[in-house]
C-alpha cells in the first residue's frame, strides 16, 4: 500500500518536492533527457560486495538522449508559517520562440530595472526554470517545450543567486551537471496500463477453482460493519502511469555522439540518437520517448565506488526481433 492511491499522474513532466543539500560550490542538482531505449553491454563489474567484482559480467544499460536544457528564469523562495514561498522571479530577457508554446511572458518589460529589484530579494532557496529543447531531438516528434524547476545547491544564498543568475538565457548541457560513474536518482511517469482488475492491479491470488462465479477477483470487500469499503481493499481501477522514483543509479557513461551506440535500425518507438547520450545502469520507468529527471541522490549509498566504469562492449545489435 506503500503508493496507494494508484490513480493517474497529474501531468507527465515529474515534480520532485525534495532536493538533497549540496556540500560543494553552487551548482545545478538536476537535469532532464528522453528514454531511448535499453540494450546490453560488457563491464568491469565495480561492485565491491559483488561475487563476480572486477570480471566482465553483462548488465542491462537504458539509453537516455539528452539534449542540452535552456535557463528561463531565476527563482527566489523564502521560508513562512506555510512552508516556502515564491520570494520573487526573474525571467530570460528574449525568450526562445519555443518557450513562448509553453509560457507566456510579457513583451514589453524593462529588465535592468527586473534584475536591479530581483537581487534585493533576501530569501532561502534557489530555484531555475528550465525548458527542453524538444526540436533538437527526432525520436520524439513534439515542439513544445517541458518547463520544470532545478534547484541550485551548495554556497551562501548570495552566490547561488549570482551563480543562477550567470546562467540565466544559457544552454546547461549533460557533461555540466554529470560525468562516468556518478550516481542519480530517476523520476519518471511509469507507463500507463489503462483500467485493471485486483489481480494485475495488486497481485491477489487467484480464486479457488472451486468458486462459483469468477477466479480473478477478491475474495470478500470486508466485514458487515462498519459500513463502508476499507481503501486498503485491493479493487480494479488506474493501473500504470503513476510518478515513481529509481534511487541510486549509475552513470555508466555520458557521451556526446548517440550514433555509436544506436542499434541498427533505430530504438523500437524511438529511433536513431544523434546528439548527447547517457547510460544508466538498469531498467527506469517509463516507455520510449518519456521524459525523465536525474536528481542528486537524496539517500547515497553506503558502499561508494569513486572510479569510473570500465565498458568494454555496448551492443549494437538490432531491436527490432528480426
Same mark, same amino acid.
Not at 500500500?1 to 501531468?11: I, N, T, W
Not at 540565466?168 to 548541457?173: F, H, P, T, V, Y
Not at 549509498?301 to 565506488?305: P, S
Given at each position: 500500500?506503500?503508493?496507494?492511491?494508484?490513480?493517474?499522474?497529474?501531468?507527465e513532466v515529474p515534480k520532485l518536492d525534495s532536493w538533497p543539500e549540496s556540500t560543494t560550490g553552487p551548482r545545478i542538482q538536476g537535469f532532464a533527457g528522453y528514454?531511448?531505449?535499453?540494450?546490453?553491454?560488457i563491464l568491469v563489474d565495480y561492485r565491491p560486495t559483488s561475487t563476480t567484482a572486477g570480471q566482465e559480467v553483462q548488465i542491462p544499460v537504458t539509453v537516455l538522449e539528452t539534449p542540452p536544457l535552456k535557463i528561463a528564469a531565476v527563482r527566489v523562495y523564502s521560508r513562512s508559517a506555510n512552508g516556502l514561498v515564491t520570494a520573487g522571479e526573474i525571467w530570460v530577457e528574449k525568450p526562445d520562440r519555443e518557450l513562448e508554446r509553453a509560457y507566456g511572458i510579457k513583451k514589453k518589460r524593462n529588465f535592468s530595472e527586473e534584475l536591479e529589484n530581483f537581487r534585493k530579494i533576501e530569501g532561502e532557496e534557489v530555484n531555475v526554470v528550465v525548458h527542453t529543447q524538444p526540436s533538437l531531438v527526432t525520436g520524439v516528434p513534439k515542439k513544445k517545450p517541458e518547463l520544470m524547476e532545478i534547484r541550485v545547491g551548495g554556497g551562501t544564498f548570495a552566490e547561488r543567486v549570482s551563480y543562477a543568475l550567470q546562467l @540565466?538565457? $544559457?544552454?546547461?548541457?549533460v557533461r555540466d551537471y554529470l560525468k562516468d560513474g556518478d550516481v542519480v536518482d530517476v523520476?519518471?511517469?511509469?507507463?500507463?496500463?489503462g483500467f485493471q482488475g485486483a489481480v494485475k492491479r495488486w497481485g491477489v491470488k487467484l480464486l479457488s477453482h472451486k468458486n462459483s462465479k469468477h477466479t480473478r477477483m477478491i475474495g470478500t470487500l470486508g466485514p458487515k460493519r462498519p459500513g463502508y469499503i476499507w481503501p486498503t481493499v485491493p479493487q480494479?481501477?488506474?493501473?500504470?502511469?503513476?510518478q515513481r522514483t529509481e534511487l541510486n543509479k549509475r552513470v555508466l557513461k555520458v557521451g556526446d555522439n548517440g550514433e555509436e551506440i544506436t542499434p541498427r535500425g533505430g530504438f523500437?518507438?524511438?529511433?536513431?540518437?544523434?546528439?548527447?547520450?547517457?547510460?544508466?545502469?538498469g531498467s527506469i520507468p517509463g516507455p520510449a520517448k518519456r521524459l525523465v529527471r536525474l536528481r542528486d541522490t537524496v539517500r547515497p549509498? @553506503?558502499? $561508494?565506488?569513486k572510479e569510473a566504469p570500465v565498458l568494454t562492449y555496448i551492443s549494437t545489435e538490432s531491436k527490432q526481433g528480426a
Open positions: 500500500m506503500g503508493y496507494s492511491p494508484r490513480k493517474r499522474a497529474r501531468r528514454k531511448a531505449g535499453m540494450t546490453h553491454a @540565466l538565457g $544559457k544552454e546547461l548541457s523520476i519518471a511517469v511509469t507507463k500507463g496500463k480494479s481501477g488506474q493501473t500504470g502511469y503513476h523500437v518507438n524511438y529511433g536513431k540518437i544523434s546528439g548527447s547520450y547517457l547510460l544508466l545502469h549509498r @553506503l558502499v $561508494k565506488v
